[in-house]
């Protein structure tokens, strides 16, 4: 019932920032969460940022919550992850997901559907 094309990805240097978005089909938007998540070669998929459905509620994970910003706009159908300062540590493909049942989740398996995700590379 959704689907979800990311962009926004690209490569930047150390300390440059990139607002990464994510576009979603159909008229249901508003009633999913939504986060963000990133894989770095040789890790397991990371959760980064999540957004409820009013845009009421945000969390992060540490490492990021005080240069990152996950935003939403239900009238467009889109999410965004501003990401400011970025570090080489940054770098990986980054996927946006959306959930159905209320609640904050940093696990991917309670996510409903995926982006196809989009690649940032930070140089140093």
């Known amino acids: 019932q959704v689907q979800l094309v990311e962009s926004g990805g690209g490569l930047v240097q150390a300390g440059a920032s990139l607002r990464l978005s994510c576009a979603a089909s159909?008229?249901?938007?508003?009633?999913?969460?939504m986060g963000w998540f990133r894989q770095a070669p040789r890790r397991e998929r990371e959760f980064v940022a999540f957004?409820?459905?009013?845009?009421?509620?945000?969390d992060y994970i540490d490492s990021v919550k005080d240069r990152f910003t996950i935003s939403r706009d239900n009238a467009k159908n889109t999410v965004y992850l501003q990401m400011n300062s970025l570090k080489p540590e940054d770098t990986a493909v980054y996927y946006c997901?959306?959930?159905?049942?209320?609640?904050?989740?940093?696990?991917?398996?309670?996510?409903?559907?995926w982006g196809q995700g989009t690649q940032v590379t930070v140089s140093s």
């Open positions: 957004i409820s459905q009013s845009g009421g509620t945000t």
């Open positions: 997901a959306a959930k159905l049942a209320w609640g904050i989740s940093k696990r991917s398996s309670s996510y409903d559907y």
């Open positions: 159909g008229r249901a938007f508003s009633t999913y969460a």
